[in-house]
């Protein structure tokens, strides 16, 4: 079964501090993707990791992929408010279509 | 904005109609994709386009059908609606799948009563 598991579910953290979120899926993919969404909004793409080893960077977010581990990480650094939202990750297990995972709803207290 | 426009924004209807739900991709793409949103199922993937070709499908119920028209366009037709197809439709289009990210579009939100 084609699956994408993301954990935590649910993050409470305060500004300053830094955290990672896990996702991990069931299959070989070489396509793994980030994408946050605000409440009501649409998905904005965040990164897209393309191959093992793989480390992106923006701002405070960072991504990394490690295919034989089947898990892609998205690390927040100096958490602040604005990056308050729900995280997804999703993965291209080789047929252009993206399975996603639960979502991560990160919320920054001051 | 990502350039991929969806219209109605909403849509509230009744139990047992039939509604389209219109998607423009971003100018050049050629790939169109539809996901459904909801609290129980989270973001799932419903049907893929290329090039006016269906090209995957996911796990889209037989009352609903899409299509890609040759401007690139695509329609979602979602008939005999029940309660539990209250959720958010979100079109999406990308150049490459292969080698770059899917843009999603703003979505429609869809209320069955």
């Known amino acids: 079964e084609l699956k994408v598991e993301q954990n935590p579910l649910f993050l409470s953290m305060q500004e300053g501090k830094n955290y990672t979120i896990y996702c991990n899926y069931s299959?070989?993919?070489?396509?793994l993707y980030w994408y946050r969404q605000d409440p009501g909004k649409s998905l904005e793409s965040l990164f897209v990791l393309l191959s093992n080893g793989a480390v992106k960077q923006e701002g405070r977010l960072m991504a990394s992929l490690d295919t034989k581990a089947r898990l892609s990480t998205l690390h927040i650094t100096a958490a602040v408010h604005d990056l308050s939202a729900t995280y997804f990750c999703?993965?291209?297990?080789?047929?252009?279509?993206?399975?996603f995972g639960t979502g991560t709803r990160l919320t920054i207290i001051p | 904005d990502s350039g991929v426009t969806q219209t109605p924004k909403h849509l509230i209807t009744a139990t047992g109609q039939r509604v389209t739900l219109r998607c423009s991709p971003r100018s050049g793409d050629l790939s169109v994709y539809w996901y459904q949103q909801s609290l129980d199922q989270g973001l799932q993937f419903l049907i893929q386009y290329y090039n006016g070709e269906e090209r995957a499908k996911g796990n889209i119920l037989e009352r609903f059908s899409a299509q890609q028209f040759p401007d690139l366009h695509s329609e979602l037709n979602l008939s005999s609606l029940e309660l539990g197809d209250s959720a958010l439709y979100f079109c999406?289009?990308?150049?490459?799948?292969?080698?770059?990210?899917?843009?999603f579009g703003p979505g429609t939100r869809l209320l069955v009563l």
């Open positions: 999406a289009s990308s150049r490459d799948p292969r080698r770059e990210t899917q843009y």
């Open positions: 299959t070989t993919s070489d396509r």
């Open positions: 999703a993965a291209d297990f080789g047929n252009e279509k993206l399975t």
